[in-house]
């Protein structure tokens, strides 16, 4: 930051809430209808998680790419372009304030991700600003015997910046790195997250802040997972949790043999917008000139079942179960060669191995769908075993 301030033990200053006034300082205010038209939409400036004069919470273990993450949402909200495919204000600055590493290790990240996603940079220049917690730590409150007092030299301190450099979002991360509260003290973490909300009211900007989860114990990580005291959330309008892919869905979508981390987007505390459906993303590994090799994050989207399949396919899958014997297009993919499944995989140019399961998937939506029907034909110890024949052929 520009300006130098005094030693932290001046600094101190108690926080007193003030009973709003308004209208001549008469209260209550009586309500008055007002045409819905009039009314001002909401001020989104990123996807449906951050928006004007409020505070957004991402909570996520270690190691996930929630660091990696807010720097490419930066870089598309600096350069105006969706490079991760959430819709983003044009024009916007952006300020990251990261607490935790050295410039150099910024310096790296911000690089890989602009060398990636192809952002030049004129396309930010004069629209990012990065700041570290080793150049110049940030503490916005401190515990004392008497309780949590909030430094409000601080707090005006960013509000100057803010407002001198026109800030529209602010990135803090992490947020335990923001204050000197004891982080398991609802109360406490109460005052601080309300002191960030009143700073985004105060600069109409949007205020990211950036949270470790506590030991989640291999369960899948929520919102309500962050480390310490729940107040954090409860303050924040907008919330998202990032989790690890599952190797059950890695085994499902062939992603076994990547060696990059997937992890994927749940937005499960949506006060201003509906919840999301959970998007994934993907760690890239990007080398620099220098040989260093950098994490950045980018956009994957989990394989359709019918990815590359047409009517047309499902035309020929018919024909070529219907020009087999029955007992060679048994239902079971236990069957070996017999599995209905080889036949599908050879008319598709599919591997009947590393396919198998969306092969399963394929079949069982042409049964439910009538395209293809099961019947049990008896065995040699007269049981009726499941074969597959064509049911009501796709339109030619």
């Known amino acids: 930051m520009a300006r130098d301030f005094s030693d932290m033990a001046m600094q101190l200053h108690a926080h007193r ?13 009586e309500f008055v209808w007002r ?10 400036v990123y996807g449906r998680h951050l928006i004007r004069k409020q505070v957004s919470v991402t909570v996520a273990p270690g190691g996930v790419g929630k660091s990696s993450l807010t720097i490419c ?8 372009r969706e490079l991760l495919g959430d819709w983003t204000t044009k024009g916007l600055k952006v300020w990251l304030y990261n607490l935790e590493d050295p410039r150099d290790e910024m310096d790296r990240r911000i690089i890989a991700a602009m060398q990636h996603h192809h952002v030049s940079p004129e396309e930010i220049a004069g629209r990012l600003y990065v700041d570290t917690g080793r150049e110049r730590a940030l503490s916005t409150a401190i515990q004392t015997r008497e309780g949590v007092q909030i430094i409000k030299p601080e707090l005006d301190a960013l509000a100057d910046e803010i407002e001198v450099r026109e800030i529209d ?21 109460d005052l601080v997250a309300k002191e ?4 985004a009211d105060r600069c109409n900007c949007a205020i990211e802040l950036v949270h470790h989860t506590r030991k989640t114990n ?16 409860a303050a924040a309008r907008l919330g998202r949790v990032l989790n690890k892919m599952h190797p059950t869905l890695r085994e499902k979508w062939g992603l076994m043999d990547d060696p ?15 919840e999301g459906a959970r998007e994934w993303r993907r760690m890239a590994t990007v080398s620099l000139a220098n040989g260093d090799n950098v994490g950045v994050c980018e956009v994957w989207m989990p394989p359709d079942t019918f990815d590359g399949v047409s009517v047309d396919d499902l035309l020929l899958v018919q024909r070529a179960l219907d020009g087999k014997d029955t007992l060679s297009c048994r239902y079971s993919d236990q069957a070996g060669d017999d599995w209905a499944g080889v036949t599908v995989a050879e008319t598709l140019g599919l591997d009947a191995t590393a396919d198998r399961k969306r092969i399963k998937k394929m079949i069982e939506a042409w049964l439910k769908s009538g395209a293809l029907k099961k019947v049990k034909i008896p065995d040699a110890k007269r049981m009726g075993r499941p074969y597959l024949e064509v049911g009501e052929w796709a339109n030619q």
């Open 17 to 29: 809430a003030e009973f709003p006034r308004n209208r001549g300082d008469r209260l209550p205010t």
């Open 35 to 44: 045409d819905p038209s009039s009314i001002p939409p909401r001020p989104w």
């Open 73 to 80: 949402e930066a870089l598309a909200m600096a350069s105006g």
């Open 169 to 189: 979002v602010l990135v803090i991360d992490p947020f335990v790195s923001s204050h000197q509260a004891s982080e398991n003290d609802n109360g406490a973490i």
């Open 196 to 199: 960030w909300a009143r700073l």
């Open 218 to 233: 291999g369960e899948e990580a929520t919102t309500e997972s962050g480390r310490g005291a729940s107040a954090l959330l």
């Open 260 to 274: 990059a981390t997937f992890f994927g987007i749940n937005r499960d505390k949506a006060n201003l917008a509906p």
